[in-house]
């Protein structure tokens, strides 16, 4: 079946810092991705549309500026979480668009758990 | 953006008995998911219902969809411990490359 692997799983940084999360799809081409966050105890906001060699597509509400997005390739989206703060503490989860044959569809990576300092 | 609620947002039962969660949606729809999350670890897919389906079934779990309400149902049957989990519906609408969108969840305890 489809994999999508999240890179890395945890990471804690000091205010200030930049944190690259990578998401790539292992045995797909992806040229759509998603990227979500999730605060405790609640659900999965969409934050961002990640599309092959074109910009992101933000949600309302979200820094496109702080939540820098990049899709170089049919297999890697990167969020980078500019000049962190711990407001930006959170889970973090992204999604693969595929073809829905013979499957739902999407696929998620394992989640990257960011804690700011 | 989430495209509603679900309810109950939290739910204690004791093993072996049924959990029944429900959600609404707000948008025309091309399918309905189902997914499941153990705290703070990533999803789990457990079940799609096409809108043009009623019902589906998988092991112990029944979904149900109705349209013209906008609403879905997650049946559990014979609950178990290893059951307890937050659990999540995520619609998808007909355009190609759209996200899921996630209702807020339900948050299952399932005690022995």
């Known amino acids: 079946g489809a994999v999508v692997s999240q890179h890395p799983s945890r990471v804690i940084c000091k205010s200030g810092t930049s944190v690259k999360i990578e998401c790539r799809s292992l045995?797909?081409?992806?040229?759509?991705m998603f990227w979500y966050r999730q605060f405790p105890k609640q659900s999965l906001m969409l934050m961002a549309t990640?599309?092959?060699?074109?910009?992101?597509?933000?949600e309302q509400g979200v820094e496109k500026d702080k939540f820098l997005i990049n899709h170089a390739s049919l297999t890697l989206s990167t969020l980078t979480v500019t000049s962190a703060h711990p407001e930006d503490s959170s889970f973090y989860i992204c999604?693969?668009?595929?073809?829905?044959?013979?499957?739902?569809?999407?696929?998620f990576g394992s989640g990257t758990r960011l804690t700011v300092v | 953006s989430q495209q509603g609620e679900e309810d109950p947002q939290a739910l204690s039962i004791q093993e072996g008995e049924n959990a029944t969660m429900n959600c609404s949606y707000k948008?025309?729809?091309?399918?309905l998911q189902w997914y499941r999350q153990n705290s703070g670890r990533g999803l789990v897919h457990l079940i799609l219902?096409?809108?043009?389906?009623r019902e589906k079934h998988s092991g112990r779990l029944r979904v149900t969809l109705d349209t013209s309400k906008k609403s879905s149902s997650l049946l559990i049957t014979a609950s178990r411990a290893a059951d307890t989990a937050s659990y999540f519906c995520?619609?998808?609408?007909?355009?190609?490359?759209?996200?899921?969108?996630f209702g807020k969840g339900t948050t299952l305890s399932v005690s022995s």
């Open positions: 999604s693969a668009r595929q073809s829905e044959r013979g499957g739902h569809g999407y696929t």
């Open positions: 045995d797909f081409q992806a040229t759509t």
């Open positions: 990640s599309n092959e060699g074109s910009k992101a597509t933000y």
């Open positions: 948008t025309s729809i091309n399918n």
């Open positions: 219902i096409r809108s043009n389906e």
């Open positions: 995520a619609t998808a609408n007909n355009q190609a490359g759209t996200a899921l969108i």
